[in-house]
């Protein structure tokens, strides 16, 4: 036994060898690009390897520092040897000074950076070099910092710009960074707290996300048509505006509203308006929370045609999914979901079928139904006119009882159906 686990390590140390011979015989220039893929520390710990390996490390084009101390970092800038550097990510939870902060960005931007990644648990001055960096083309700030309202920002090169959790001086902080960067692409900002008025403006941005937690009334505007990719959710206590979107491609969009004293018609207006805006999307998914409840006759007015949308995930109740229906003539692939557990009123059908049922809609889905009356009349609706239904997907509530389930599903298979080649299956909530 004690030879046979003696032969067993043996190979064991072999097959290792035989590894770090194989990566030894590539070129310096290939082994510095797989170290780069590695956080710094494991970067240098392979100088151990051998004499060849010795300095590679100080020339990969990237540093990766997770939580070092400031020594270390200091240290391994001081004996870097690449001249140029490509990526720097600082993630670094110890409290450091304004100065050192600096040292290290500038440390970067004198080495053309081109993404620049930094994240602190304290918020702390951020170094004006920062925002006059001509070669950043990826910029990420989480948890640190204050934007600046004024002074210079010159960013020409920026094409990617992540904010989280990062505090803004004043409502002017935003437009006055975006106004620096003539050919950003990409936006990403998550809880702002702080913000009254957010205002996104940009002729080139064609990727947005926004997460915006309301304390207090606030106010979004977006200015940014070449958008082809939008993604909200915000808690916003007055309304939200938008330009044009006809670049847009697909959207993304969780609305709340907490407010208990809002006007329900002006907010209904704000809520149609722009969700009107988004005519043009090809994939929609739409949340509307419980505490959204549009008024009935500006529903009922609501005219806005989704020519182009063919997908459709839909968190609301039954009269919207209604209206959406009946504005979307090319619509193929639906989920809906009700957003309330409260009984709804009964939902009118449209007084002409909708077209996107006579032609288009292929696929359906409903998740957590109850076996309410208005909703059973809204998939006996669809399943009647629906001429080239494929699939209907009923997800029934985990609460509902056996013998109500069974009722319920009975009757659902009795439905007239529109089209002979509709399947419908039943699967329970959770499964």
Known sequence: MEIKT???????????????????????????????????????????LGQRWRH????????????????????????????????????????????????????????????????????????????????LVD?????????????????????????????????????????????????????????VHCCISSPTIKWLVFNLVADGRKRVELNTPALAFLEISDSFSEHIISGA???????????????????????SQTVLEFVGRLCNVKRLKLHLAYDISIVDSLLSAWTVSFRNLTELKLVADYRFLLKMLENADNLEVLTFTKYSDEIEPRAEPPQQVPMCLLSRLRTVEFGCIEGHTHELEVIRYILRYSKVLERMKIVYDYCIGSEEKINMLQEISLFRRGSTSCEVAFVRYGL
Not at 11 to 33: A, C, Y
Not at 93 to 107: M, R
Not at 250 to 264: F, G, S, V
Request: charged share 20%; glycine share 2%.
């Open 56 to 135: 590679l490390w100080a020339y990969v084009p990237n540093l990766d520092f997770d939580n070092e101390n400031q020594e270390t970092i200091n240290r391994v800038m001081l004996l870097r040897k690449e001249q140029t550097l490509h990526t720097f990510l600082l993630y670094h939870k110890i409290n450091c000074s304004p100065y050192q902060l600096e040292t290290w960005v500038t440390f970067a931007i004198v080495r053309n950076v081109q993404t620049l990644h930094l994240y602190f648990l304290s918020q702390i001055a951020l170094p004006r070099c920062l925002f006059t960096c001509e070669t």
């Open 245 to 267: 979107l006809n670049s847009l491609i697909d959207a993304d969009i969780e609305l709340h509203n907490y407010d208990k004293e809002r006007d329900d018609v002006l907010h």
């Open 139 to 195: 910029l990420t700030l989480d948890s640190c910092g204050v934007v600046p309202s004024s002074g210079a920002v010159r960013l020409p090169r920026l094409k990617t710009l992540h904010l989280s959790f990062v505090q803004f001086e004043a409502d002017e902080s935003l437009p006055h960074l975006i106004s620096g960067c003539p050919v950003l692409e990409e936006l990403v900002m998550e809880f702002l707290l702080d913000m």
């Open 6 to 48: 003696e032969q067993q390590s043996r190979k064991r140390r072999n097959r290792s060898h035989v590894g770090i011979d194989r990566l030894s015989s590539l070129p310096d220039t290939v082994l510095r690009q797989i170290l780069s893929f590695l956080p710094t520390k494991s970067s240098v710990r392979t100088s151990i």
